[in-house]
């Protein structure tokens, strides 16, 4: 032991931008106990809104500086003593989940689609159906009440998800992970309109997260218990030196991953998803969708390549396995439902197996050919084209209201081309990209990562792949259809018009969506330009 | 090695306890006793201070909050056993046993050796060598506990803390009102009649009888009177009887207070039966 201590070192030019966003969040947790009431909501959100676009701007000039790594290949830093590694990849994760979470931010602040009231529930700790305020009609009540602590909260989840798929050991990642779940679980539950349905999903959410979470731990300490560190780097050391327990290797490889897998929703531990994506708040929805997805892949792509990239053989037939089956089940149960939001979230589980296809592309760099996609800029592009159209959907669904709430039934949007085309074109749209019809951004996506895949040899994997792609068509425009060429019912929900928040919001993302499928180069090239993991 | 086979016996049975005991109490003092045991390991393990931080933290801190909990919901409570989806405890059963088979099968064939590196870890202090790690390799992580935290702290405020609409109503405002009223209404200022008093019965629906014998219907209380429960007040109009024979009796007989009262009584105790 030394008799002086070093401390590590930790760059804080790299760093900032994390630094920044859990700053902004602590700022918001201050503004809620001295700010008066009336004034929170828009000091809460404006305090979010600048933390975004200075944790944005500082990612750009981050990104702009990053040193160049083995040749060109990879780009970054390890700092912190390994325990962050801002690397090309981290830094377009980092602009992902910030851009999906102004996104998220917008549709927080939103009023004007539920007559004028905030989206979250005025007081969480009554019990549902109670009925607002001690007195009558006149006397004060929680109705116009807003929970501001929202705000703090979504900024929270954004620095842990920055943290997560930046974390160079496995209990950064584990830490970063908590970060990152405890506050969805807490937005989960806020929903304004039926607070039941809204705090069963907060439940479960929590209490399979908490047990997924178990998992992780588990396999991080047979992991350790096998290479005798943490770190993903100096794992990849040991598992390239071989010898040792393996099975310790094995086995806790895959509790950590069933722990990740439960995170993005693939299929055995996809449970939660529906139930999740149903009772939150459809603006909590439209943000955890897209952005828990960006980030809990970001931590897959980094564990399997960094870590456990020359045990490729161990874990791709079960990832294989893993992929095969979210696909299918995903469209499969996707197929039979009723609920709007329920089906968007059995197509993000299927969604969670394309991009999982793409995750199996893996090969090392010399066995790629010239020109050709590799699977990491294939998985980000993917990300990328999802978490945009995903925001979208959401916040379009947020849009078609019946007098109790959102009209989730699907029969209730039969003919909604008619009464509102605009709209009804734009959720359209939106469901052509998730289905991957070609000049929608969807299309590129999945031909990347579908070819990324090819490239490595998982022919059986993409097989199957179009084949979900395929039946997830169906019901994608069995839903346009019923849309358009039908008449509305009697009693058609209404159409309200938003503020410019979720305007701007759906209308930026519309036009990303057609866009990327029109020109998708630059996006590409950027994801190319990110270059491999540092280690 | 001897510690550890002594000890996980009994952490493995608490823990299964744990699962299947009925009452949440025995449960929390089941995980009592698995927290003492890992901190019985750790102390084998030359791990003394995460020994002190286990027994300290985990069995003193956490361990009372869970009991207090406990307390609040009642002690007494225990979990339905109604199975909502038919037939699942007996599939999660199955999959958890085959799980556990598994694991223990596979995790049992590598050959767990003699510890090492411990002497290294501790060279130069066990409290020395923990924080050497936790403020080098570490701090972030260190540091990011704190969001974790204050997310906690937020979220047990936002689903638990329900903030008033109205200031607390106090005495002093009561009082004021009390006054306010009989001053606009003559609304009688005093502590009102405690019901039964001077009537045959003290039970709480019988009304209070004013000194000219009618009843006091406001010494009632309104969740009787309003359910329509309370004792008619026509029925009390043997009151005057009373009076009338109480009269007569002074008129007869020496008059002796305590015997009147006693009279009365029995006389209204005899008219009821």
Known sequence: MNDEFTGPAIEWARLWPLFAVFGTALVGVAVEAFAPRSARCLIQSSVAGVGLAVALVGTVLVALELPERAGGAARGDVTAGGAVVVDGPTVFLWGLLVVVTVGGLLLFAERRVDAGLPVFAGQASLPPGSTAGPGGPGEPSYEDWEHTEVYPLLVFALGGMMLFCASGDLLTMFVALEILSLPLYLLCGLARRRRLLSQEAAMKYFLLGAFSSGFFVYGMALVYGYAGTLNLAGVAVAVRAGGGQEVLLLVGAAMVMVALLFKVGAVPFHSWTPDVYQGAPTAVTAYMAAATKIAAFGAILRFLYVGLGDARWDWAPLLWVVAILTMLGGVVLAVGQTEIKRLLAYSSIAHTGFLLTGVLGLQASGDLAEGQISSLQAVLFYLATYGVATVGIFAVTTLVRDPGGEAGSVARWTGLGRTSPLVAGAFAVFLLSLAGIPLTAGFVGKWSVFASAAGAGAWPVVAVAITSSIIAVYFYVRHIVTMFFADPPEDAPVVVVPSPLTSVTIAVALIVTVALGVVPGPLLDLAGHAGQFVR | ?273
């Open chain 2, 1 to 273: 090695m001897i510690a550890f086979w002594v000890l996980a016996p009994v952490m493995v049975i608490a823990a299964l306890g744990i699962l299947f005991v009925r009452k949440a109490v025995h449960a929390a003092l089941l995980l009592a006793v698995v927290m003492i045991s890992l901190a019985m390991l750790y102390a084998a393990l030359e791990a003394p201070f995460l020994f002190a931080v286990q027994i300290i933290v985990y069995t003193g801190a956490i361990m009372m909050l869970f009991l207090f909990v406990l307390m609040l919901v009642g002690v007494d409570a225990s979990d339905s056993v109604v199975e909502t989806i038919r037939g699942q405890r007996v599939l999660a059963v199955m999959v958890g046993g085959i799980f556990a088979v598994l694991l223990g099968v596979i995790v049992g064939q590598a050959g767990i050796g003699t510890a090492v590196g411990l002497g290294a870890a501790n060279e130069g202090g066990n409290i020395e060598g923990l924080a050497e790690v936790l403020f080098s390799q570490y701090v972030l992580a260190f540091e990011a506990t704190a969001a974790l935290l204050i997310t906690a702290a937020l979220g047990a405020m936002v689903l638990a803390h329900r903030e008033r609409l109205v200031p607390r109503e106090t005495q002093a405002d009561r009082a004021a009102a009390r006054v306010r009223a009989y001053g606009e209404h003559g609304d009688h200022l005093g502590p009102l009649a405690a019901p039964g008093v001077y009537a045959r019965h003290n039970a709480v629906d019988t009304p209070a009888l004013l000194p000219d014998g009618s009843p006091a219907e406001q010494s009632v209380p309104t969740v009787i009177s309003n359910r329509g429960t309370g004792r008619p007040s026509p029925s009390y109009r043997d009151v005057d009887r009373v009076v009338g024979q109480l009269q007569s009796r002074r008129d007869d007989q020496d008059p002796a207070t305590d015997t009147v009262v006693e009279g009365s009584g029995s006389a209204a105790r005899g008219e009821d039966a």
